[in-house]
């Protein structure tokens, strides 16, 4: 199995900053793509940032230029930095990995979610 861990959520201020950080453990194989969704209330769940292992990155429209996603391989972790956050970035934020497991003498692929964290941005 494979568990990811999320922190960094909270409260702050409109035009603030948090960082969020997901570290993935467990019989991990290798890790393709690690990413950031969000939930707001009443919305469906939406992507936020994607980073492959290569480094490649993919940003919503609405976090361009704001938003920067980064990734330590070595450490199976993957950074979401939130910079002049808006009202509207309220949510709960949800970390998610793709990649290939250890399973008994083979391997098998995965996507895992994390639990999320909650972050809400006061004007």
């Known amino acids: 199995q494979v568990q990811l861990v999320e922190s960094g959520g909270g409260l702050v201020q409109a035009g603030g900053s948090l960082r969020l950080s997901c570290a993935a453990s467990?019989?991990?194989?290798?890790?393709?793509?690690m990413g950031w969704y969000r939930q707001a209330p009443g919305k469906q769940r939406e992507l936020v940032a994607v980073?492959?292992?290569?480094?490649?990155?993919n940003f919503a429209e609405f976090v361009k230029g704001r938003f920067t996603i980064t990734r330590d391989n070595a450490k199976n972790t993957v950074y979401l930095q939130m910079n002049s956050l808006k009202p509207e970035d309220t949510a709960v934020y949800y970390c998610?990995?793709?990649?290939?497991?250890?399973?008994?003498?083979?391997?098998?692929?995965?996507?895992?979610w994390g639990q999320g964290t909650q972050v809400t941005v006061s004007s």
């Open positions: 998610n990995a793709d990649g290939v497991r250890v399973s008994g003498l083979s391997t098998a692929r995965f996507r895992y």
């Open positions: 467990g019989s991990i194989f290798s890790i393709d793509a």
């Open positions: 980073i492959t292992s290569g480094g490649s990155t």
